[in-house]
């Protein structure tokens, strides 16, 4: 891991966010948009941190329990401190911060980066089905296809069994074997494969994507409040939690950091779709934004600091790959 492009990343896209937020404001009116933002209820705004930080401990159980599912007992402090941590690298380029916390589970319970990677891989693929669950909704508010959005959720579904079949993963190893690259990591090969079809068997995904859902409905929960504390009424708490989902969902599809730009832009489009003016549309992602993502990302580089010695590591693994 690289802890100088890591920090780079991070302020680039902390940058980025503020300027998309100066952008927005300018677009609507600034001076109303900051009348806006004062008066905006404290109150609401620390319950919002608190449902975002209740999400974060959920997905940090189950972070934990994941891990010992697949044979890496793990105490709920470290589960939470490796969920913590990776929160950090949200807003690095090109989903390069999730090899982050497989790097870390590594330290500190001897589970090998490949089967790090692999169990990120299905804890993001229950994401990915729970968020769009959580979505639906949304479409009907803009005119969007359901069936469309269901049509590809059975797909994923679809896909996630077939990747938790043994039948699959017997084929796979196969034909990897057929090349002399794959057979030198036959080893790491066969590992990510034993994780995959674990953690992604239907007994595993029945409290995984639960969890998932809870965690982000949360959220979604938070940004209703939002809405609600800046005079708009007209959606149900189901409806803000779907249009939050969606505008996740389409931030992650572009692999930008943390979504910056196109989760904004999402969100108060399908606001403004929606009913709600463009000044309150953009004042409510804005908050909504802060109290989540920049939140947790705050969250996770305290997190990394409660650990000197590991931080010590990244710095050094760091300076290492740097003189190389």
Known sequence: MNLKRIVAGTMLAALASALLYVVLAFLTDASQMLAALRAFPP???AVMLMLSAAGFVIRGVRWGALMRVIGFPVST?????LQFSGQAMAVTPGRIG???KPWLASAVADMPMSRGIALVFSERLADLIAVCILSLGALTLVGGSVWAL????SLIVIGTWVASSAWFHERALTFLCRHEWSRKH???ASAISATIRVSLRWRTMLWSIPASALAWGLEGIGFSMCLNA?????LSVVGAVSIHAIATIIGALTFLPG???VTEASMVGILVASGMDPLSAGAATMITRVATLWWGVTWGWIAIATRPSLFRKLFSDSAEESAR
């Open 259 to 261: 979504g910056i730009g």
């Open 186 to 188: 036959h080893a790491a």
């Open 98 to 100: 999730e090899l982050f």
């Open 77 to 81: 402090r470290d589960a939470m401190y």
């Open 150 to 153: 269901v049509a590809a959720l």
């Open 43 to 45: 109150a609401v705004f």
């Open 230 to 234: 800046l005079g708009y009424h007209e």
